[in-house]
């Protein structure tokens, strides 16, 4: 992944409409206790969904969940990454079961969870 | 606990490609050619893993969340069951009940209180789509690292 932007930063609070301040006002980021802004857990959560989509294809999530344990702040570069630790019949479908973590340039944690998601059927 | 909160949500196109764009410029056309996303057998462009949180803008207050100061809260944790797709066009009803709350004291001392919604999303069909559970974190103090 790049390296994250601010402006990246704010265009995730208009398109999602989180203006939770803490992500885009320094001043006020700075009186709670941080260094500077970060980005939206969410933000995190929807780039291993882009990754998660292009590698088990469009529609096929069944199942979905993050911990955020860090922040990730602007200009971090962070690596998305999936284990797979099960496959299942489960309803009828064939289910790819993956531990799912991120970690930014320092080998720090970032995110941590799990997915679940169908295998499209062989012809 | 059973404090609900419900209000409708249009899956307008131009929010969808918005959102879809804001992550990471995804420009999969699945989220917005009409023609693409049938050819991938969806009846209408659908929508990205996470967009269903576009919709807390809409939302009125939550229960229990009208106390709290943003410079003390942290998003913990995000979970999402996928049961039916949700299309560019749908009318969903999105329906938030505060499912739990509860207290640790914190690895350097002080009081979190986690604080656990349950969202529903059901289109226009009455099919549930999407159930969501969001974990907010209030610290004691100011939150450090």
Redo the contacts between chains.
């Keep these: 992944m790049p390296r994250l932007s601010r402006t990246q930063i704010v265009r995730y609070a208009g398109a999602s409409g989180d203006f939770n301040p803490i992500h885009h006002d320094e001043k006020f980021a700075i009186r709670a206790g941080n260094e500077t802004v970060f980005a939206h857990g969410m933000l995190s959560m929807g780039l291993m969904g882009k990754m998660l989509t292009d590698w088990v294809g469009d529609g096929n999530l069944r199942y979905f969940r993050l911990r955020f344990v860090n922040r990730v702040w602007p200009l971090d570069t962070v690596t998305y990454r999936a284990v797979v630790t099960d496959k299942r019949e489960e309803n009828g479908e064939s289910i790819i079961v993956a531990d799912l973590y991120a970690e930014n340039q320092y080998g720090i944690r970032t995110v941590e969870g799990s997915m679940r998601a169908a295998l499209p059927r062989r012809p | 606990m059973s404090e609900v909160v419900s209000f409708t949500f249009p899956v307008e196109a131009g ?1 969808v490609r ?2 879809a ?4 410029d ?1 420009d ?1 056309p ?1 989220y917005w050619d009409a023609e693409y996303a049938r050819a ?3 009846k209408a462009p ?1 929508v ?3 967009f269903v ?2 919709s ?3 939302r009125p207050p939550l229960p229990g969340a009208a106390q709290r100061d ?3 809260v ?9 049961r039916h ?1 949700i299309y560019v066009g749908d009318v969903l009803t999105v329906t938030t009940r505060l499912a739990k709350q509860f207290e640790k004291t914190g690895r350097r001392g002080g009081t979190m209180k986690f604080t656990v919604y349950e969202t529903t999303y059901t289109n226009q069909d009455g099919q549930v789509c999407v159930i969501a559970r969001s974990t907010t974190i209030e610290t004691g103090q ?4």
Excluded: S
């Design positions: 929010k918005e959102f764009k804001a992550v990471m995804d999969n699945v991938k057998g969806f659908i990205p893993p996470t949180q576009a807390a803008f809409w943003l410079r003390r942290l998003h913990g944790e995000q979970e999402f069951e996928y797709p100011e939150v450090q690292d």
